[in-house]
């Protein structure tokens, strides 16, 4: 009686001055222990009721069942196996009551296998609490699906549910998404239950898993007696489904209701907040959990840290993490990644140590906070250490394996990239897309269209996210044939032509040369967001059509869509290459007084490349002065750039100086340099340039020429004898200098920027790469057809002047892509206006 009323300790007294006990006594005082939440008294008890071996005490079923829930409660699978072996030896384990509460207790202690098998042994005593024990077990280890099969044989095997049957398959429902299913036992509880309260949060709680809110709430709506579980699972259903602005409209219903905050409902409440950005109402929260005490709670710990990481208020989140007693896991792994987050890559790196000296176990997600910090500091030999750290504690993950792949892609270490690609055994979709890329970003364009190949051949089809980068690739090899395969490809498997899709579909077909295809498909996509009208206007703009590029840009406007900082740059550039100076200048302007926008350093760039090419040399360093920022090397290379074409030798010496001393490391801006130097005949300011890059051990990249012909793409570098073709290439190209110069063409020595012979100046430019690739294409394709040239450098003015009187000679139509542009020859002229 006392046990029942809650008042154990008068039961414990009692007990204790009775003269002599009996089984019934014993098992009164363990169930009183075991209601009133003392588990562990409770088998203390039972210990000591074995101990005390009177007559008439020994335990019954009614003893072990008991004995073996507070076992469950406690997790304690050693004494719970202990009283196994009792019950077998006394007979018991064949009692129902008994073999029901060791199924609950071996899966409360994380021994299912244990549970499955005393269930199978039962077979002929099984109830209804026996499949529902069994079925419960499954779902608390997370083996939903085995719960669904049993749920199936309960059925089939003709017993009918109960309240807590529901409750075990509804939770079975919402962790494998089962819409259908759930509400079929919604039907059937609706018919023949009572317990309304447990079953209507366990249907709640289904419906927010499957996304069905409405149905939640009509399910809320009904509980007649809501309770704090009703509350703050309705609460987390807005926000699972990232209804953020109703879940904080709701709990304004829950304090109309009187129903007060309790930990689980703050922790919602901030993780709503956080997902809103509300830093004032955060706060607000994070003062109310002080208030009640609840910040105490590890949980709602962590969950305002991660609340004020995502208003970008990392001090705030760190003043938690201080004040946090107990700290897990999850505390440290949230902390890191804020500091990540927050670019406080020492700071991130220092808790980084504190977490190894405190012993706490590091995991996949924290070494991905610590990659990102490698990152971020750009230092290879951190991402190597922690790369090794990882081996040795047994933690790279595929995830892992997959962001080393990118990063040492960065760091321009694709052999590395592709050392750990290779011991991947199971390769996802992410692995293979981040070979492709790793390969496409470091020039390995062949080498990525041969990966795209073999993960088809491997089963694994291609996402979005894959074929961008493809595209990508194929972009960069100025490959159209095999552009168009995979753009058939995205047709036959229904891909949405909206999106990155769609946009690196313009971008590879303008990067192919083909702007009649990037044209169509633009012209097809539906849904037009500023990312495609931004690769369209570039697109058009990289080919040399600057006014059809501003024309886009105002039917973009007409749109209603809203101009960012890339669609800016790419109207700059437009602007630039079509010599478009008042355009170009207006723009800028537009951009700062209309809409807001501070220009980058690239704009700027743009700015001083539209006045450099109007030969404005001075007036571009005026305007390089009155920057509000100190220029960055992109700008002074665009300076540099107009000084060697309109021949301003004291500014190009000034912007030279200035380029090198800002990127001392970077191989392209002595190669600029040198060719300046060489252009003004200071041959030994070029020897000078040439010894520093040999001092830091920078090279120059070869110059190097392709053309696709058929499904083949082939590569020509400078007095390339290495192809096939080359004796028949080589006269050839022979042949077409020999008829060019009867009809005037002479050489311009000027741009062999080498100190050598006027003889030797004349041979290099003959067996200059574009060349060859021009005349491969000439005698490998029938009259007419055009031709499409890629080179890695700019194309230089002599074999630029080549390119058009062959354009005309030969009735071709010439597209060349240099490092800088696209150049159009047709009929002896150039769509560059002979700025090239």
Known sequence: MYGRCGRVDDARR??????????????????????????????????????????????????????????????????????????????????????????????????????????????????????????????????????????????????????????????????????????????????????????????????????????????????????YISWNSMLSCYIQNGLYAEAIEFFGEMLQHGCQPDHACVVSLSSALGHLGWLNNGREVHAYAIKQRLHTDLQVGNTLMDMYIKCDSIECSAKVFQSMSIRDHISWTTILASFVQSSRHFEALEMFREVQKLGIKVDSMMIGSILETCNGLKSLSLLKQVHSYAIRNGVLDLILKNRLIDMYGDCRKVHHSLSIFQTVEKKDIVTWTSMINCC???????????????????????????????????????????????????????????????????????????????????????????????????????????????????????????????????????????????????????????????????????????????????????????????????????????????????????????????????????????????????WNSVKEIRIRMAERGLRKDPACSWIEIGNNVHTFTARDHSHRDSEAIHLKLAEITGKLSKEGYTEDTRFVLHDVSEEEKIDMLHKHSERLAITFGLISTRPGTPLRIAKNLRVCGDCHEFTKLVSKMFEREIVVRDANRFHHFSGGSCSCGDFC
Not at 167 to 185: H, I, K, M, T, Y
Request: proline fraction near 3%.
């Open 14 to 227: 009692l007990f204790d001055g009775m003269p002599a006990r009996t089984v019934f006594s014993w098992n009164a005082l363990v169930g009183s222990y075991l209601s009133s939440g003392s588990a562990g008294k409770a088998v203390r008890v039972y210990r000591a009721m074995r101990a005390s071996a009177a007559p008439g005490s020994a335990p019954d079923g009614c003893t072990l069942a008991s004995v073996l829930k507070a076992c469950g409660v406690e997790g304690d699978g050693r004494c719970g196996h202990e009283v196994h072996g009792l019950a077998v030896k006394s007979g018991l384990d064949k009692n129902t009551l008994v073999a029901n509460a060791l199924i609950g207790m071996y899966a409360k202690c994380g021994m299912l296998d244990s549970a499955l098998r005393v269930f199978e042994w039962l077979q002929e005593g099984r109830d209804v609490a026996s499949w529902n024990s069994v079925i419960t077990g499954c779902v608390q280890n997370g083996r939903t699906l085995e719960a669904l099969e049993l749920f199936r044989g309960m059925q089939s095997s003709g017993f009918g549910m109960n309240s807590y049957t529901a409750v075990g398959v509804l939770q079975v429902c919402a962790e494998l998404a089962l819409l259908n299913l759930g509400r079929e036992l919604h039907a059937a509880l609706l018919k023949c239950s009572s317990e309304f309260n447990i079953q209507f949060n366990a249907l709640l709680v289904m419906y927010a898993r499957c996304g069905r809110v409405d149905s939640a709430l009509r399910v809320f709506r009904q509980i007649d007696e809501k309770d």
């Open 440 to 682: 496409a970003n470091n020039g390995l364009l062949n080498e990525a269209v041969s990966l795209f190949a073999e993960m088809q051949k491997a089963n694994i089809e291609p996402d979005s996210v894959a074929l961008v980068s493809i595209l990508v690739a194929i972009a960069g090899l100025s490959s159209l044939t095999k552009g168009k395969q995979v753009h058939g490809f995205i047709i036959r498997r229904n891909f949405p032509m909206e999106g990155p899709v769609v946009s690196s579909l313009v971008d590879m077909y303008s990067g192919c040369g083909s702007m009649n295809y990037a044209t169509r498909v633009f012209s097809g996509a539906k849904c037009k967001d500023v990312v495609l009208w931004t690769t369209m206007i570039n697109a058009t703009g990289m080919h040399g059509h600057g006014k059809q590029a501003i024309d886009l840009f105002e039917r973009m406007i007409q749109t209603g869509l809203t101009p960012d900082h890339v669609c800016f740059l790419a109207l700059l550039h437009a602007c630039s290459h079509s010599r478009l100076v008042d355009e170009g200048k207006h723009y800028l302007d537009v951009m700062m007084s209309k809409y807001g926008l501070k220009p980058w350093q690239e704009h700027y760039a743009c700015g001083v490349d539209i006045l450099g090419r109007s030969g404005q040399t001075e007036e571009a360093y005026r305007f390089i002065e009155s920057m509000p920022m100190e220029p960055k090397s992109v700008v002074w290379c665009a300076l540099l750039g107009a000084c060697r074409v309109h021949k301003n030798h004291d500014l190009a010496v000034v912007a030279a100086n200035k380029l090198l001393e800002l990127e001392p490391d970077n191989p392209g801006n002595y190669i600029l340099v040198s060719n300046v130097f060489a252009e003004m005949g200071k």
